[in-house]
C-alpha cells in the first residue's frame, strides 16, 4: 500500500499542490542518478533530479498488482546523465528504479508510485529504451538446472563438449541420449538425465505374461 504523508494529501484535496513525477536510478556500483520532468531541476533527499534530460511521464506504462508487473520508458540519451558509452559498457544493468509523485512547490512531500529493477536498457538513433521489472518478476524466473530425460546444453557450446567442426557438419541434435552416444560419442557430456521416465510412462499399461493388458489389474 502507498504511504501518502498527511501533508501531501492535504495540499492535493485544497489544490494547493504542484505534482511532477520523479525517478531515481541507483546503479550496482552505487552512483545515483535521478530525473524529472518538471520544467527545472528538482533535489529530492539530495539527489539532483534533472528537467527535460532522460525519462517522461507519458513514454512510460506499468502494471502492478499480483502480477509480476513491468514498466517500460524511452527517453532522450543525454551527454550529462544516459550516455551511450555508458549504457553500452552495461553500466546500468541490473539497476534499481524508483518513480516518485512529488510536489515540485515542496520536494520533501511526495508517495513513491513504483520500484522495480532495470532488467534491459539499449539505445537507437540517440534514444534510450528501459524495461524495469517489479519486485514480484523474480518469482517468473527459473533459476538452476531443470530436470528433463533431453540434454539441455547448446550443441557445441563450453558444457556440451562437442567440437564445433563437428557440430557444424551434423547440424543440430535432437537432444536425446542415443543420438549423444550414437552420432557424437559424446556421452560423458550429456546434460540431461535419460532416466527419468517420459509421459509415455504415465500412459503405459502392465505387461502381462508377455502383453499389455489393456489396464486390467
Known amino acids: 500500500m502507498r504511504h501518502v504523508p498527511d501533508e501531501l494529501a492535504a495540499r492535493i484535496e485544497s489544490g494547493a499542490a504542484s505534482l511532477c513525477h520523479v525517478w531515481r536510478v541507483r546503479r550496482v556500483d552505487g552512483t545515483v542518478t535521478g530525473f524529472t520532468d518538471h520544467d527545472r531541476d528538482l533535489t529530492v533527499d539530495g539527489v ?3 528537467a527535460a534530460s532522460g ?3 507519458g513514454a512510460a506504462d506499468g502494471s502492478v498488482g499480483l502480477a509480476a508487473g513491468s514498466f517500460s520508458a524511452v527517453g532522450a540519451l543525454d551527454d550529462a546523465a544516459l550516455t551511450e558509452a555508458d549504457i553500452a559498457g552495461g553500466l546500468y544493468d541490473g ?3 524508483e518513480v516518485f509523485r512529488v510536489d515540485w512547490q515542496r520536494p520533501d512531500l511526495r508517495v513513491r508510485l513504483w520500484v522495480g529493477t532495470l532488467a534491459r536498457i539499449r539505445h537507437e538513433t540517440g ?3 528501459a524495461d524495469v521489472e517489479g519486485p514480484l518478476a523474480a518469482l517468473e524466473r527459473v533459476v538452476g538446472r531443470t530436470y528433463g530425460r533431453g540434454c539441455n546444453a547448446v550443441l557445441g557450446d563450453r558444457r ?3 567440437d564445433a567442426a ?3 557438419e551434423a547440424g543440430g541434435c535432437d537432444k536425446r541420449w542415443a543420438t549423444c552416444v550414437g552420432v557424437f560419442g559424446n556421452g560423458i557430456n550429456f546434460r540431461g538425465f535419460p532416466g527419468i521416465p517420459g509421459d509415455d510412462f504415465l500412459t503405459a499399461s502392465p505387461v502381462v505374461g508377455g502383453r499389455h493388458d489393456g489396464g486390467r489389474r
Request: hydrophobic fraction near 60%; charged fraction near 10%; aromatic fraction near 12%.
Open 95 to 97: 539497476a534499481s528504479v
Open 127 to 129: 534514444r534510450f529504451l
Open 160 to 162: 556440451c563438449g562437442v
Open 55 to 57: 525519462w517522461s511521464a
Open 48 to 50: 539532483v533530479c534533472r
Open 166 to 168: 563437428a557440430a557444424a
